[in-house]
């Protein structure tokens, strides 16, 4: 299991890199390297920590997707992986629907 300051280590360099890559973090590495965080934390047992990061790693391929015409690559992957903390938290399919639909709408995409 990974120390709090391996975890901490990552995170600030994550950060430092999600903030060098473009103004919002638009990269699709940066995704990539949210959803790791993610995942580390999710396998720390910190769901509660990691969701808002697979949240964040969801919006930036969502961007990327919607920029470059069609999916990521990796978009249904980083979907998944947010969607199980999620059901781990006690979400059913209608409020883990919901909360998608609510991400999808808030960047321009109808569902």
Known sequence: ???NRLIRVFVSSTCSCCQRAQPRG??????LSLNNLAALLQDTSRLVEAEPWYRRAVEVVLRTSIAAGRDH?????VVDNY??????????????????????KSHGVQT
Do not use: C, Q, T, Y
Request: charged share 30%; proline share 11%.
């Open 26 to 31: 638009d990269h699709p590495h940066v995704a």
């Open 83 to 104: 969607v199980e903390p999620l059901r781990r938290l006690g979400g059913n399919d209608e409020e883990i629907r919901a909360a998608l639909d609510a991400l999808a």
């Open 1 to 3: 299991m990974p120390s």
């Open 73 to 77: 690559p990796r978009f249904k992957l």
